[in-house]
């Protein structure tokens, strides 16, 4: 979320008029409620009398530089503050502020700074509140702005992204041009990340043309219709929508004509100690091939290559390249993309299937789709903090996996103002109870009560407590084994009520009676394990290879085909956006897929989406 600095005006603030003191009145008694009230807001902010309607001409886009303030040293001291999240220091600092002495544009940027501090310290509805106060005709466009701005983010952070969208849309009759390209690839994002039962309840109550337009374009892309054709008669029915001039997440390119039939090369470890992994992903690609295949329309000639039988990674490419390959999909393991990666020139383009920290050759050359925990990692770190979680237990275990986790998911963490309470990496699981007492604190509680009892010389009833200031747990656990052996350990040692989030590693993919352990864990996981792709699904399993316990890969494998088919589309660089099986497909600006996955949680020990 941007920030934008004040700016210093030399004009001479003029006196409010008597619906601009009602409002300003309104704003002021609303940061106090921020300020001092412990009662729950009501549903919605009470109605505030706009001011009268302006004599000139309406102005589209309005300067959305800050307004003048006598008190624009303090103000802007607060911003410093809050953007390292130091809300004390930032609240300290308005203390100073003399309320009688307000203008209505200072008042309304106090409520919208106290509700930054509110949302900051965690709690998310009142914050809210007082934003939602703040969209108001007489509030100065600036101000306006920057409440809408934030309130898009804490809705999109909680998970409400149909209502993101529409505060995007709103943002987008304000904000200057530069923003709007930005403004637009977010809007569509969120409506990516909406379920499709989401969509079509806002499509049936929306009257507005161009939020219609929106959701209907979105639905469109849902069910699949992106062909030329499709795309045009949503352009002829919505001539002035933003989007008909420039189609967001890749669009445009999805809607030109398909390229000519060419020959695929499929290269895979088929025989060797990889040789279960590369088959799952095949299966996972071949299933798509297949499902894909349209009689009477020009497909792909798909070349399948053992990468075992050839002597390098290299080698192999080489051999496709030869054989008449127009695009490579694979290898699969990270070593063998980065050799790929280090040639100087790669003639043909290539899908990979893994993740090398090697800088590609060139563009769209060598395209990037893995696996990465690391952005399963960073996910869960957002959905905890739009729940309203600060403060944080970090369980892990003491490998290379656990420090690379734990150092994705605080970066994500601590960029969104979470901060980290207490840190175990754990090891034997003999010893899983004693680390889980000390990330607690309970050995320091118990201390105090032998004290005591020295102190009395007498035998005191005691109950061990818990450090208070977790209010989150996450458990980046190895696997399902130790989630299982970890999450009772929890409720035995008192955080049975602490949030608990975690990675798709606790889950094997397959159902256990044994994921009651599990009970109530908050986690991410691909939507092919949600319930996307049934027929894919089936088709592996009737195919009787086996792969079908490398779920995960055969979802790679079918993801990488998707991605195949709309290779174009990944021209639109980092604005490029895809729903997949493995999650939402999005890609950084060195052509490195990233994975958006949805939440789920465990209930009655099955995996649920939420």
Not at 202 to 213: C, F, S, V, W, Y
Not at 227 to 234: E, M, S, T, Y
Not at 387 to 403: C, H, K, N, S, Y
Not at 547 to 558: I, K, Q
């Amino acid at each position: 979320m941007r920030t934008e600095n004040p700016a210093k005006h030399i004009m001479t603030p003029t006196s409010p008029n008597r619906s601009s003191r009602r409002l300003a009145t309104g704003l002021i008694l609303i940061t106090l409620g921020l300020w001092g009230c412990s009662t729950p807001p009501p549903q919605e902010p009470p109605p505030v009398e706009p001011p009268p309607e302006p004599s000139q001409p309406v102005v589209t886009r309005p300067s959305l530089a800050l307004p003048p303030s006598e008190f624009e040293t303090l103000f802007r001291q607060v911003e410093h503050d809050l953007l390292s999240f130091d809300w004390m220091a930032a609240e300290h600092t308005l203390a100073e502020l003399p309320a009688e002495e307000l203008t209505l544009d200072d008042a309304a940027y106090l409520a919208y700074l106290r509700a930054r501090i509110t949302f900051i310290r965690g709690d998310t509805q009142r914050a809210l509140y007082a934003l939602r106060a703040l969209d108001n005709p007489g509030v100065h466009p600036a101000l306006r702005y920057r409440a809408i701005n934030f309130q898009r983010h804490i809705e999109s952070l909680a998970g409400n992204h149909v209502e993101s969208a529409r505060l995007g849309q709103l943002l987008m009759l304000l904000a200057p041009d530069a923003e709007l390209a930005n403004l637009q690839w977010e809007l569509w994002r969120e409506l990516q990340r909406a379920d499709d039962d989401q969509l079509q309840r806002a499509l049936a109550a929306e009257t507005d043309p161009i939020r219609r337009g929106w959701l209907e374009l979105a639905l469109m892309v849902r069910n699949g219709r992106t062909g030329a054709g499709d795309l045009a008669l949503w352009r002829d029915s919505n001539p002035q929508h933003p989007a008909a001039e420039a189609l967001p997440g890749g669009l445009a390119y999805r809607a030109e004509a398909p390229a000519a039939s060419r020959r695929v090369a499929l290269l895979l470890p088929l025989s060797g100690r990889l040789a279960p992994a590369g088959k799952a992903v095949r299966d996972g690609y071949l299933a798509s091939f297949y499902a894909a295949d349209t009689p009477g329309q020009a497909g792909h000639e798909l070349l399948v290559l053992d990468q075992d039988t050839y002597e390098s990674t290299g080698a192999a490419y080489d051999d496709a390249v030869l054989q008449g390959a127009g695009v490579v999909v694979g290898p699969l393991s990270k070593q063998s993309v980065a050799e790929l990666a280090r040639r100087p020139d790669l003639p043909v383009p290539v899908l990979a299937l893994n993740r090398s920290k090697t800088a590609p050759p060139g563009d769209m050359t060598l395209v990037q789709l893995s696996l990465s925990p690391e952005d399963e990692a960073a996910r869960i770190a957002e959905l905890a903090f739009g729940e309203g979680a600060r403060r944080a237990l970090v369980l892990r275990p003491a490998t290379t996996w656990g420090d690379k986790m734990e150092e994705a998911l605080e970066e994500r963490w601590s960029a969104l103002g979470g901060g980290i309470a207490s840190r175990v990496a754990y090891g034997e699981r003999e010893n899983y109870s004693d680390n889980v007492k000390q990330g607690l604190g309970i050995p320091a509680s118990e201390r105090r009560a032998r004290d005591v009892r020295d102190m009395l010389a007498t035998n005191v009833e005691f109950t061990a407590r818990r450090r208070q200031d977790i209010d989150v747990i996450f458990l980046l656990a190895g696997n399902n084994a130790e989630a299982r052996s970890l999450k009772p350990l929890l409720a035995f040692h008192y955080a049975g009520s602490v949030p608990v989030y975690a990675t798709s590693s606790i889950y094997s993919g397959i159902a256990d009676p044994r994921d009651r352990d599990l009970e109530g864990i908050n986690l991410v996981e691909i939507p092919w394990l949600l319930g996307s792709s049934p027929g894919l699904r089936v088709a592996i399993a009737a195919g009787d290879t086996g792969t079908d316990a490398y779920t995960r890969l055969n979802a790679l494998g079918a993801d990488a085909f998707l991605l195949q088919e709309h290779l174009s589309a990944l021209q639109a660089g980092p604005e490029f956006l895809l729903r997949g099986n493995t999650g939402l497909l999005s890609m950084d600006s060195e052509w490195r897929i990233h994975r958006e996955l949805p939440a789920a949680t465990f209930d009655r020990g099955a995996l649920t989406p939420q």
